[in-house]
């Protein structure tokens, strides 16, 4: 019989923001252990949070093993590696008192607005160690800005958002970030007459039927749109897609999934340059559909690990912002929400907050639009690339550019 124990500490400061005053300040130091055992093929599991008996837990794991849950697979083994990704971003004693004089600078700023929701301090640590030699552990720490912004004028329920998740923090640049979206946001504008625009993606990036579609299960019965399409050509040549657990790609998960399974570089290349290459697994689904193992497990504290998609990364292409658009008039999606996906990848979504762009300048804010196309033109003919550099000075993460039908609601 072998163990395996699964570990994960969350130490969380979370502040709740309510009529742009601090409404409530939440702290969480909570600590899940998952034991499991393996035994002729078979698994048991137990878990427990916070402080426990470990005699007891491995008897539980143990009487789990009478489930007869299979677990023919090999266990991972044979390396140690410590990651720690966490630098001191703030003291999470000064926090309270900085996420106030924040609000404050742009409550002055902007009084026609109100703020709500969560600024969040997270650091979480992540251990998994077992009987066949391996110990990788994982520790990070990011601050998450997820701010509601409402103008007084609006029937809505709030208007659009500011939003960031960061190993760094800086008041300034966080306000000069707000000062762009919100002064825009007061300039209306309105949409050119073409069908077609360049648009750039900040935050919500339609992928989530390519990631339902790239799973192996998926593949492996049949129901994908990408279904015997191995090593074949599918969308553009500037398109590569990677599962990722790398830390210049994600904070605050490990780089390892579930099962210990660790990618070269953190990353496992699910489409490169256009082609299908891999499509995301666990052990069970890569054994079942003999598919390549791209370590995409995850599970609760008290079971089984199962095959799941994990953070994923568009790889970025050479060239600015400016370059990507190429001198067309552009549309910013900032906030798009009820958006679906046929099953034949025919895409639409409404998009409540969206700005006119140049290239250069952020002119001001659009009428709700919608846009459609289909995932072949997305990620194929219509897909521009990842800009290289950022257009915003707090926020790093990068903007996608893809080709849209867009018209006015």
């Known amino acids: 019989m072998l163990k395996e124990k699964y570990i994960e500490n969350i130490k969380e400061t979370s502040i709740s923001i309510a009529n742009s005053n601090i409404d409530a300040v939440r702290l969480k130091n909570d600590t899940k252990t998952s034991l499991r055992v393996y035994k002729d093929g078979i698994i048991g599991v137990a878990g427990a949070i916070g402080k426990y008996n470990e005699d007891e837990l491995e008897k539980q794991a143990i009487e789990g093993l009478e489930q007869n849950i299979p677990y023919p697979y090999q266990l991972s083994g044979y390396r140690k590696e410590n990651v720690d990704k966490r630098l001191e971003i703030i003291k999470e004693e000064e926090l309270v008192s900085e996420v106030d004089k924040f609000l404050c600078e742009l409550k002055n700023n902007h009084p026609e607005f109100s703020f709500s929701n969560k600024i969040n301090l997270k650091e979480t640590s992540t251990r998994i160690l077992n009987d066949n030699v391996l110990d990788l552990q994982y520790a990070d720490r990011g601050i998450t800005i997820q701010l509601l912004f409402k103008h007084k004028n609006s029937s809505s329920l709030f208007d659009g958002f500011i939003g960031a998740e960061e190993r760094k923090y800086d008041r300034n640049l966080l306000l000069q970030e707000s000062e762009i979206i919100l002064n825009t946001f007061n300039n209306k504008v309105n949409l050119p007459k073409n069908k077609k625009y360049p648009v750039v993606f900040a935050h919500y990036i339609p992928v989530n039927k390519l990631i339902n579609d790239l799973s192996g299960k998926a593949f492996g019965t049949g129901s994908s749109l990408f279904s015997n399409k191995i090593d074949e050509k599918i969308f553009s040549e500037n398109f590569t897609f990677h599962q990722s657990l790398n830390p210049q790609d994600v904070i605050n998960?490990?780089?390892?999934?579930?099962?210990?399974?660790?990618?070269?570089?953190?990353?496992?290349?699910?489409?490169?340059?256009?082609?299908?290459?891999?499509?995301?697994?666990?052990?069970?689904?890569?054994?079942?559909?003999?598919?390549?193992?791209?370590?995409?497990?995850?599970?609760?504290?008290?079971?089984?690990?199962?095959?799941?998609p994990l953070n994923y990364k568009i790889k970025e292409s050479n060239n600015t912002l400016k370059e990507l658009i190429g001198g067309d008039m552009a549309i910013i999606s900032m906030m798009a929400d009820g958006g679906e996906f046929t099953p034949k990848g025919d895409f639409a979504t409404p998009v409540q907050l969206a700005f006119l762009f140049d290239g250069e300048k952020i002119l001001g804010r659009l009428p709700e639009i919608q846009f459609t196309s289909n995932i072949y033109d997305m990620f194929g003919n219509g897909f521009r690339g990842v800009s290289k550099d950022n257009l915003l000075p707090f926020s790093t993460s990068k903007f996608v550019v893809m080709d849209l039908d867009v018209s006015t609601i």
Request: charged residues 20%; proline residues 5%.
């Open 253 to 308: 998960m490990p780089f390892f999934d579930a099962e210990g399974v660790v990618n070269n570089d953190y990353r496992c290349t699910l489409i490169e340059n256009g082609v299908l290459k891999a499509l995301y697994t666990d052990k069970k689904t890569s054994t079942k559909f003999n598919l390549p193992l791209t370590g995409s497990s995850t599970s609760f504290y008290d079971g089984v690990p199962v095959v799941s």
